[in-house]
């Protein structure tokens, strides 16, 4: 018992640790943010400003188009994580329900897709769009994060399907109900926790994506909000810290929302209501 206390109270600590590990950074960013310069040039540092302010965020919005930036964020990611759900549900039923070689040769490639670095298809995705007409535009980008969030995406239903038992959808097939039906009215339910946590994967990936963005975005009123927050570093590379912070924090901001929003549709058990009366 004594051991058994000990290892959780040892969990416990490490859960804790890991916890504070990844809120400091946000947590300094959010202190930064709404520090006056007087205090951000301090040689001794706090956490909690001394004279909060919200002038970093008025000279972001004043220098930079966060706004619009945000809109084109908004509308690639959207598009992203919509587009990607669509194609990657019924092609990882297909996997998960029919094994062969050719499916297990499919799923070997995606999970090797991820390995390649983003600096071996820039030059191919590049050509294909200039071919397609579709260089320094948001459908061009959304065109691109779907190719690279659909792999992960893939894998990830796949794994959703195979949790679903094969006997509900037998269940469902000896009551009458065609392929169609049981798909539609006994699997896609069930699937609702996969598809959301995938949904939000393809949504944080393509917010927070910059290197394609960067390259592929030319003009200003086209470019994503981290292509913008590059422009408050000046040509010397000195950071106007400030503005940066508070733009920086105001483009976190959405991950977090959409995660505290659909988080109880992630967590919630996927087999929940699946008993057949």
Not at 32 to 49: D, N
Not at 139 to 154: E, I, R, T
Request: hydrophobic residues 60%.
């Amino acid at each position: 018992m004594k051991t058994s206390t000990a290892a959780r109270a040892g969990q416990y600590a490490a859960l804790l640790a890991y916890l504070v590990f990844l809120a400091f950074p946000f947590l300094w960013l959010v202190s930064t943010a709404f520090k006056p310069p007087r205090e951000l040039g301090s040689l001794h540092p706090t956490w909690i400003p001394e004279d909060p302010t919200l002038a970093n965020f008025r000279q972001a919005f004043d220098e930079q188009p966060l706004l619009h930036a945000a809109l084109n964020s908004l509308l690639a990611a959207l598009g992203a994580a919509l587009i990607a759900v669509v194609i990657a549900t019924p092609m990882a039923y297909v996997m998960a329900r029919h094994r062969s070689r050719l499916t297990r040769a499919a799923t070997g490639w995606v999970v090797v897709s991820q390995a390649f670095p983003f600096v071996l298809l820039i030059i191919p995705l590049f050509l294909v769009l200039k071919n397609l007409r579709l260089i320094n535009s948001v459908p061009g980008l959304v065109m691109v994060y779907v190719v690279w969030s659909l792999p992960f995406a893939l894998w990830m239903l796949a794994g959703y399907v195979r949790a679903v038992p094969v006997e509900l959808e037998e269940a469902a097939a000896v009551d009458g109900a065609g392929r169609l039906r049981t798909l539609v009215s006994v699997t896609a339910p069930l699937l609702a926790p996969g598809i959301v946590a995938t949904a939000l994967f393809a949504f944080i990936t393509a917010w927070n994506e910059f290197f394609f963005a960067l390259v592929l975005l030319k003009t200003p009123e086209k470019q994503t909000l981290p292509v913008v927050l590059t422009h408050f570093i000046g040509a010397e590379g000195v950071a106007d810290l400030g503005p940066l912070a508070a733009a920086a924090f105001l483009a976190t901001l959405p991950s977090l929302v959409v995660f505290a929003v659909i988080q109880r549709r992630i967590t919630g058990g996927m087999l929940a209501g699946a008993v057949k009366n």
